[in-house]
Every structure is written in structure tokens, then in C-alpha cells.
């Protein structure tokens, strides 16, 4: 069983790929840490606990983090809603720890642990800020984020998690651990529509359901798109099934000050590039996903 913690920021898909990480059965999930992104600290968090309660895994500890990206202001995304939940608009607790930084430290610095975010990375920045040398100790980081060929979905060049908080991005860009980064290169051509979530069976049919319904709809009215897309299911599909993967190593830098490109994901497509700093996944086998995807939610 592969040692992860999930840096998450739910949010409709990372609500499902909390339910794949725990259905899968593959996951000891040491830790759901919570960031601001697609909704405030408050809702991500509320949501966070209201997903591991719907498993009934309220054994895997919450703790919050970020409140805000590390220089800017927060920028909320619109397809989740004003919950960031809609569809299902948790009303439980939120319980705010605000350690989600130290927590990450004390766990990555066990070692043999694999990081996994799904939201901004500022949670992930302040811990390396804080601690380097436990950090290091990480065994990898996989990301769901940026763009590398592909136009941005929160800006003509920029991804929405690299977006909100470019300067977070930059910093665990550029920190010398394993790294891979699934960008929407991988992540656009992945769409489930509302009779795939028809499909499955079991008690996460229903909310399953509950939650796509808006998000399908929202996503068609900010993007175009007439379809749920997997963002960060796929993210942990990847590490689940990396022989439906296709990759590339690539040198991936962060634009932290353009007046247009803020938050574009910068790959250095030349012959003679800098050394590669991650792994980009630039496809994943849509149908395997969305086979797999079906058959462990009902599980």
C-alpha cells in the first residue's frame, strides 16, 4: 500500500478522487490537507470532512491550511458553486486546525510517503519554505495542474491551481524533489457525462449523481464544455494505473509576472533544453479511466 497524503481543495472532482484514493483500497491515506482554491478555507475544509464521512473514513485526519496564496488574493473558481459543493452543500462542521503546513513536515519527514495535490500549492510551498530537509524526504510529488500545450482554463494560458497562486507553483517547481504534473494536456480529452455517473453502483450512486448535475452544468456555462471533466480523478488514476499513461520528462517553469501569461505552466520545448525538473503525463486512456472509474465507485 503506497503511503500518500492528498492536498485538496474540494471541490466536485477532488471529492471523486478522494472516493477513488479510498475505494481503490491501493492508499494508506496518512492525511487530507486542505487549501483555498476552488472555494474559501471554510468550504474546502466543511467538504473535505463531509466526503470522508459519506465513506465513513473519518479515521483519516483533516487539518487545514492556507486561507489565501502566499502574495495575492484569493480567486475562487465558478464551477463549483457558492459551497463549493452544490449539489450536495455540506452543513457539517468545518473544524479549522490552520497546521495543514507542519502536518505535511511531520509526515513527509517519515520518508517513503508520496505527496498528491490536487488544489493550489500553498500549502506545499509554506511547508518547504518551513522545512527543506524533511520535504526532501518525500518520495514524490504528483500534481494536477498547468498547461503545457493546450490554452489555460482560468486565463488564455494559465490553469486554475497554477493560477491562484503562481508564486507557490514557482517555489515547488523549483524544489530538487521527484515531481510529476498532470496538466490538462492529459486531463481535456477525459469527459463523463451524467449517464456515466448513472452507472455506478452502491451507495455513491446517489450523491455521485447529486453532485454532477450542477457541475456539468456550470462547466458547459464557464468553459463550453457539456461534460464533467476528471481533473484530479485522473491525478490518482495515474499513480494507480501508470501503464495507461503516456509521459514526457520535461524542464516546467512558472510565470510569475506577465501581465497576460500569470500563471502559465512554461515547459522548454527546445532540443537542447535545461534538465528536466518533473514528469508530465500528456495522456491518459480515457476509456481504462472511465472503466476503472465506474467499477471501484461501486465497489
Known sequence: MKNIIIDTDPGHDDALAIMLAVKSGMFNIRAVTTVAGNSTIENTTRNARYILKLLGREDIPVYSGAEKPLKRELVQAAVHGKSGFEGLDPQNDANL??????????????????????????????????????????????????AIRVPGNKSRTAEFNIFVDPEAADIVFRFPAKKTLVPLDACNHVKLQLEDFERIGGKLREPAIAMMKP???????NEGVSAALMYDPLTI??????????????NVMVETKGELTSGM???????????????????????????????????
Open 97 to 146: 486546525t490552520g497546521n495543514a503546513a507542519e502536518k505535511i513536515i511531520s509526515i513527509a519527514g517519515e520518508g517513503n510517503v508520496t505527496l498528491i495535490t490536487l488544489g493550489p500549492l500553498t500549502n506545499i510551498a509554506t511547508a518547504i519554505k518551513q522545512n527543506p530537509e524533511a520535504m526532501s524526504k518525500l518520495k514524490e510529488i504528483v500534481m494536477m495542474g498547468g
Open 215 to 221: 457541475y456539468i452544468r456550470n462547466i458547459k456555462n
Open 265 to 299: 505552466s512554461v515547459a522548454d520545448m527546445r532540443k537542447k533544453c535545461g534538465k528536466p525538473n518533473m514528469t508530465v503525463i500528456e495522456r491518459i486512456d480515457s476509456e481504462a479511466f472511465k472503466n476503472d472509474f465506474i467499477r471501484i465507485l461501486s465497489g
Open 237 to 250: 488514476y495515474s499513480i494507480m494505473n501508470p501503464s495507461a499513461c503516456m509521459k514526457g520528462l520535461y
